[in-house]
């Protein structure tokens, strides 16, 4: 893969996004994709939500499905029925505020030359687009890669992987996204799936890195192929606020098209 060109994000356009797509720049942000009126009622709307966590030492709440909780998993319905469930808690939030996952595939559709759309796998329908997480403890280095992650399912059939995340709420210091450019190429083995989240730093040792901040109103998207982890609030943090998201994967298939899944 390419690697960046420079260390300054960009704004959303034709070019921008091909470019990130190939790992030329590290980041795309969208300022002001929602006003501080919706800002307020989507985190509002997330703290009052079916909120549950994840079984890692920090502490990471949120609303949705991870497809990537049923990479081992033969029996692919069994995630297709938890997305059933999962979009329930999903329009609850979603019911008492905005839709970001829609506007944000307003937003690429707008400057895409293909189709942008939801994740589909044959006989059984659409993935899971759109986790709402509430992260103030922070995330270890991990990396995204579906090729690599979710071998059986037709998302690994994509060529390139982003992540975007649309921030409702920052605690005003610390909660920082760091991603570094070294993407991710582990040994890997017949019928195993190595492992992506808690790597050892030793992999972007030396490797040009790029972090931001979570302001409220705006999306940023970087390709998560290059491992990345997040930053716990700092001292001067407000405690009455959390780091609240909302977003998903968009994966570029081999007919150039954008899907989006969780």
């Known amino acids: ?25 590290p980041a795309i942000r969208i300022r002001n994709f929602a006003t501080a009126a919706e800002c307020e009622l989507f985190s509002r709307a997330a703290k009052t939500g079916n909120v549950k966590y994840y079984s890692v030492k920090k502490k990471i709440g949120y609303i949705g499905q991870a497809q990537y909780e049923y990479r081992w998993n033969p029996d692919k319905s069994e995630y297709f029925e938890a997305v059933r469930e999962a979009r329930k808690d999903l329009h609850d939030v979603l019911s008492r505020s905005f839709d970001p996952v829609q506007r944000l595939m307003d937003r690429l559709r707008a400057v895409y030359p293909a189709d942008v759309d939801v994740a589909r ?116 943090a407000d405690e009455t606020k959390d780091r609240v998201s909302i977003g998903s994967f968009i994966g570029r298939l081999p007919d150039r098209s954008l899907v989006l899944w969780a």
């Open 121 to 236: 796998e044959p006989g059984l329908g659409e993935y899971y687009a759109g986790i709402i997480r509430l992260a103030s403890q922070g995330v270890d280095l991990h990396a995204d890669f579906a090729p690599i992650n979710t071998i059986d399912y037709s998302i690994s059939s994509i060529d390139s992987q982003l992540g975007w995340n649309f921030f409702a709420e920052d605690p005003g210091a610390g909660g920082l996204t760091t991603v570094h450019n070294a993407p991710w190429n582990p040994e890997r083995k017949p019928g195993e799936i190595p492992q992506s989240y808690g790597l050892d730093h030793a992999i972007v040792a030396g490797a040009p890195t790029f972090t931001y901040a979570p302001t409220a109103g705006d999306v940023v998207i970087f390709n998560t192929r290059n491992p990345h982890e997040v930053s716990a609030g700092e001292p001067g």
């Open 1 to 25: 893969m390419a690697t960046w060109k420079d260390l300054q994000e960009q704004s959303l356009t034709r070019e921008s996004l091909s470019a990130l797509l190939g790992n030329e720049i």
